[in-house]
């Protein structure tokens, strides 16, 4: 027998909450106290609006707001029409080869995004790149009629970068569209263009303004394509900008002071996006348009235009992923920096693949990145399952603590790596009694951070659909807590909560942003190892390390789709 | 075996409680329905008893043990209770193959594997599934997986199994069928159980005793053929089946004054001020002509219209007093819509109706 006020554990929800300030409240709050500090140090005397005044009083803050709205409204408007007519194309016209143009669509996800800027660097740069080379020949031209290095460069590649993610949302939506309600209309006797505009459309709103508002707040943080294609001419986006202040030695460390003030401005707007999209995709979750019964989307005849449609596939795929890999893999076998000819295939080389693959830093980087990926998979899943749990069951908890953790959860999909990586600057420099700066560890706690938002709603997701009788069964079949999560939660969890760690281990091995800042000589990961290549003057062992990094992702990625296939476990009869 | 005290529960962020003062005994060996309309607390107050619920007051004692007592602060948590429980989403576990989840209960408690063995096989064979032993359990129809569900309950042999709605995720005619084997295996394995439903025929057909529950109260306890034929609330005699209701205006003797003309009542708290008086229609008797004899309760009335449905006719008939009232007559009753008959309320079937009665 127990005393009733012990029936379940409340330390460990106090803990867990305790854990999350930690994590993301105090970060945040370090950074804001230090843009209000004279020297941007949070522990240093005095306050005083000077890193604001001397942010908001140059023009080339604005100038700095204007790109990086710009770029992100940019790609944004770009993958939705892009990502939108791949998706339809796919799930609701009779497109030949689905099954092959899906692979082709979704394949992208395999190359980290600043691979494929340096593959287009290699393809449209002014000087050397291989398509401008061709059309000058080709044409007579006497200037390069495409510069990668630009705002329209950015938003191009990032936009094809972006495009499975827009896919994946919208070919769901598609695809869950139960043709009956078309059919209703139709019955109704609505025409076509009817149809679309007063059935289609609206039902597919929610999802569409969903996806849209993700893409800002991605256009918002990313760094590796402002940063391998802005960055070098001096064109900044709010993130790339923060990597160069505070990895540009010749502003000494005063610069602090102004990236807090620059990043705490935007924080505040990527906090109400994030705020609105949250209470977007709960919206749509009443739209339920799944109804569990099996049916097959109406499909549009293509006619003439399918060869069209067939082409406007290939060309993704020879954007995405076809030209920027092959001429990675190229330049990774030439001895130095030249274009694709006939005379240089008889001299193409492993030398670069066996330097890189002997050089000890490179071992290093490498062992680095998968022990700090498998870690912080490991603990942010494990976070993400105390996390759904506790919003999701725990009764010791009020309601405002649940929704606490679940809003604390969810914030760092706002925060750019390039913020956390900041604000994990000022925290450990400030704590300077935990010894992580400029170790791996630094790198685990911010990884854990960044993706909690994903793993802890993923969790989530899936303890959803687990009816809670099924543990409730359990209990009353005289299985303790424990027991009940060991032998009843767990093997229930455990196809989706492997698929969230793979998903984990990929995107910390393609992480350039945070490891850029919170390098330190015993942390260089194998993304910053290709990164200083590629800055150094080195491209062919940037590729070389690229094409590896690439046959890793792929096989990670090949793993993670296996794990999330087993998925459509009908839980709870 | 299973008693309630004063239970009262409120969940948390709510301002009204679910559950107002429950009190109940359930026997050795006895089936009690708890039964009401969604919302009414029944479930919640299956659930407390299950320990899944932590009511705010009153006492709870399962066996000769007290699992929870609001007073003293005693609370057993739900896996030290010597219960069982059947719910409605019949929770099977998906990862474990049929005998699996039956043998989960005793693995759990650590018995002996020949003596865990023989005990599956045997909850098993009474539900008829020892031929699906080794299927998956996500393999089976919703009947099976219900039967699975029972097994895992039966084979626990605790003090008492409790059932949350178990039958209402079957069809209508499963369900049917479910419910007389269901009677069977309990009488014969003699359980006590408390059973949650809102369907009255299932509660009538299964229960030795009903607690009709309205409202986060029990508004009365009885079995089914009292609750059926003389119940002593408006809300029992509406909710267990159709009635006719008149309401009264005075109460002289066995004599009630009520809104269709004087009746004559013929019940055990005769004298009483009720406040409705009520008839079964199939209780409700029609003739072409008045009785020669001096009957009570005998009204003229005129027949609006009448319904064939196979097993009797629906007659709906307007009294002089401008009320209609609907009756169910034998099936070969040969009536025309139009013309003038006579209803009689025998007064042995006529059931005094009061606000409120103490359940017991």
């Avoid at chain 1, 930690?22 to 945040?28: D, S």
């Avoid at chain 1, 202040?245 to 010749?250: C, F, K, M, N, V």
């Avoid at chain 1, 082409?311 to 030249?338: H, Q």
């Amino acid at each position: 027998m127990r005393q009733g006020a012990l029936r379940s554990a409340p330390w460990l929800s106090f803990g867990l909450l305790a854990l999350l300030l930690y994590l993301v409240a105090v970060p945040l709050a370090l950074l804001l106290v230090s843009s209000f500090k004279p020297t941007g140090l949070p522990l240093d005397a005095g306050w005083s609006l000077q890193n604001f005044d001397l942010v908001y009083g140059d023009a080339g803050f604005y100038t700095l707001l204007r790109n990086t709205l710009t770029f992100a409204l940019g790609c944004t408007v770009c993958a939705l029409a892009v990502g939108g007519v791949l998706a339809w194309l796919v799930e609701r016209t009779d497109l030949p080869f689905r099954a092959t143009a899906r692979v082709m669509i979704a394949l992208p996800m395999v190359l980290p995004p600043f691979l494929l800027a340096m593959g287009w660097v290699l393809l449209a740069s002014p000087r050397t790149g291989w398509f401008n080379q061709l059309f000058k020949d080709a044409l007579g031209l006497t200037q390069a009629p495409f510069n990668i290095y630009s705002m329209g460069g950015m938003i191009f590649v990032e936009t094809l970068a972006l495009v499975p993610s827009v896919y994946l949302i919208l070919s769901n939506a598609f695809r869950n569209m139960d043709p009956a309600l078309e059919e209703a209309a139709m019955t109704c006797g609505a025409r076509w263009p009817q149809m679309v505009r007063r059935i289609f459309v609206p039902l597919l709103a929610p999802a569409l303004v969903a996806a849209a508002t993700y893409l800002l707040i991605v256009g918002f943080l990313v760094f590796d394509v402002p940063g391998t294609l802005g960055m070098p001419v001096g064109l900044f986006v709010v993130s790339s900008r923060i990597v160069y202040l505070a990895t540009d030695q010749s502003g000494g460390t005063s610069a602090y002071g102004q990236i807090a003030a620059i990043a705490v401005t935007f924080l505040v707007l990527l906090l109400a996006l994030a705020w609105s999209y949250r209470r977007m995709t709960r919206q749509t979750n009443r739209f339920v348009t799944v109804t569990g019964k099996g049916f097959r989307p109406r499909q549009l005849k293509l006619g003439g235009f399918k060869p069209f449609a067939v082409a406007a596939v290939m060309l993704y795929f020879v954007l995405a992923v076809l030209a920027p890999l092959g001429l990675l893999l190229w330049t990774s076998l030439t001895p130095y920096l030249a274009a694709i000819s006939w005379e240089m295939a008889g001299k193409l080389t492993l030398a670069q693949h066996s330097s890189v693959l002997s050089n000890p830093r490179v071992g290093a980087a490498a062992w680095t990145s998968i022990w700090v990926s498998m870690l912080s998979a490991t603990l942010v899943t494990a976070l993400a399952l105390l996390v759904a749990w506790t919003v999701l069951r725990a009764r010791s908890l009020g309601q405002e603590a649940r929704n606490l953790i679940d809003t604390l959860s969810f914030m760092p999909l706002a925060i750019p790596g390039t913020m956390i990586g900041m604000a994990l600057i000022y925290v450990y420099l400030t704590l300077s009694f935990i010894p992580v700066y400029g170790t791996a560890w630094i790198l685990v706690i911010a990884y854990v951070t960044v993706y909690l938002s994903f793993t802890s709603r993923t969790a989530s997701a899936s303890l959803i659909q687990l009816h809670p009788e099924l543990d409730e069964a359990a209990r009353t079949c005289g299985a303790s807590p424990a027991t009940t999560v060991r032998r009843i939660v767990l093997p229930l969890l455990l196809p989706a909560l492997a698929g969230a760690w793979v998903w984990v281990v990929a995107h910390v091995m393609r992480e350039l942003s945070t490891a850029l800042l919170l390098q330190g000589d015993e942390n260089v990961t194998l993304a910053v190892q290709l990164w200083s290549y590629w800055a150094g003057g080195e491209p062919s062992k940037a590729a070389a390390v690229g094409v590896w990094l690439v046959i890793v992702m792929t096989v990670i990625t090949i793993v993670w789709q296996r794990l999330s296939a087993r998925k459509d476990v009908v839980f709870g009869g | 075996m299973v008693e309630l005290k004063d239970l009262w529960l409120t969940y948390p962020g709510a301002t009204q409680p679910s559950v107002r003062g429950v009190s109940l005994r359930v026997e050795p060996g006895e089936f009690v329905t708890l039964l009401g309309p969604s919302g009414c607390g029944k479930t919640s107050t299956l659930r407390s008893v299950a320990g899944l619920e932590s009511p705010s007051s009153g006492s709870i004692s399962i066996g000769d043990n007290e699992v929870f007592n609001g007073s003293s602060g005693v609370e057993v948590r739900t896996h030290m209770r010597d219960i069982s429980m059947v719910f409605q989403s019949y929770a099977v576990w998906p990862h474990m193959t049929v005998s699996g989840n039956v043998a989960f209960p005793l693995e759990v408690a650590q018995l002996p594997t020949a003596e865990v063995r023989q005990r599956v096989a045997e909850a098993l064979q009474m539900v008829g599934l020892d031929s699906f032993a080794d299927r998956s359990a996500t393999q089976l129809s919703g009947g099976q997986q219900q039967r699975v569900a029972i097994a895992r309950a039966l084979v626990r042999r605790s003090a008492v199994m409790l059932l949350d709605e178990p039958l209402s995720n079957l069809d209508a005619k499963l369900r049917e069928q479910m419910r007389l084997e269901l009677r069977q295996l309990l009488k014969t394995v003699g359980l006590t159980a408390v059973y949650v439903t809102h369907d009255q025929e299932e509660a009538l057909m299964l229960s030795d005793r009903i607690a009709l529950m309205n409202a986060g109260k029990f508004v009365e306890i009885g079995t089914p053929v009292d609750l059926y034929l003389r119940p002593r609330t408006l809300f029992g005699a509406t909710f267990l089946g159709a009635a006719e209701i008149f309401k009264v205006v005075r109460t002289s003797g066995t004599a009630v004054e009520t809104d269709i003309g004087v009746l004559q009542v013929q019940v055990d708290d005769a004298g009483t001020d009720f406040e409705h008086v009520g008839i079964r229609p199939e209780a409700i008797r029609v003739t072409q002509h008045a009785s020669p004899h001096q009957i009570p309760n005998q009204l003229p009335g005129t027949l609006v219209s009448a319904v064939f449905s196979g097993r009797q006719q629906q007659l709906i008939v307007q009294l002089r007093s401008g009320r209609s009232i609907h009756v169910l007559a034998d099936a070969t009753t040969n009536f025309a819509a139009g013309q003038t008959v006579y209803v009689e309320l025998p007064a042995e079937r006529l059931m005094g109706l009061q606000k409120e009665v103490s359940p017991d």
